[in-house]
């Protein structure tokens, strides 16, 4: 794993590190046109509406870490609903019927959820954010909820709402989580290997525990991602011209670019799929 503070460039200047979280590199991974047109062009273009599945999604993470800064008496199934409730979102829904419809779905999640909760643990970090150097980057992200569990060490565990259905591949696979493993063992200076996906729509928890081997190769990949980025965006800092700036960020076209933000400012999405109803992710999996 690597944790320098940055390496020499032209002239004894240290090299800029890229600021980001995890979400910065998997946009540049999934398309690096939509990576520029969030992070790069200014203004910003318009996005489309606001998605109805990430409004139940934010309220029910909300809910969960709300329930958790509770007193340890007060953290009941029933406190559970209410925190759903005054945590809920309404952007993004047909009408009012889908979105009642949702949040009793929700609702019922965070329930079920709870009720399998021990009140009386006290997690280590709940929305935590923890972060780490490497060679080419400043990695930072906030965990949902991070454990200390005796001998299994520091546990990442990340909330999942949506209804694709996951695997233990997609804990082993994940950047994002192999990221918050290495930057919370950095922060809080305790072995993290653990990471732990909780997908709360079957109540499946899909774990993997890193070796160190494995970490650091999650980690190098971050770093070399991170290096390929910052070459690309001190270019278009520096002044490309539109040409130019398209070939550096071409987009990744497919079925996906029906559920991009940017789906109605890329002309050559949008000629690949049409944008999606803001409320489609309710009922078709979305992860």
Known sequence: MSGGEGQLGFEGMPRRLLQAAPSRLSTYQDCPRRYRLTYLDRPTPP???????????????????????????QRTVAAGGRLLDEAWLFDGFLDSVQQEAARERARAMVQTYVARLNPHFEPLGVERTV????SSAALFGRVDRID????????VVDYKTGRHLLTVDDARCSLALAIYAAAAERTLRRRCRRVELHHLPTGDVLVWEHTDAGLAR????????????????????????????????????GGRCGWCDFNRSCPTGAAVASPRDPWAGLEEAQG
């Open 218 to 253: 999650h980690i190098g990949r971050a770093d070399s991602l991170a290096a390929e980025i910052a070459d690309l965006d001190e270019r278009h800092r520096a002044g490309v011209s539109g040409d130019e700036a398209d070939a550096m960020y071409p987009p990744n076209v």
């Open 131 to 134: 972060a780490l150097k490497t």
């Open 47 to 73: 996005k489309g509406p606001p998605w109805a599945h990430n409004s139940l999604g934010a309220a029910v993470h909300s809910a969960l870490a709300n329930w958790w800064k509770l007193p340890v008496e």
């Open 148 to 155: 200390e569990r005796g001998s299994e060490g520091l546990v």
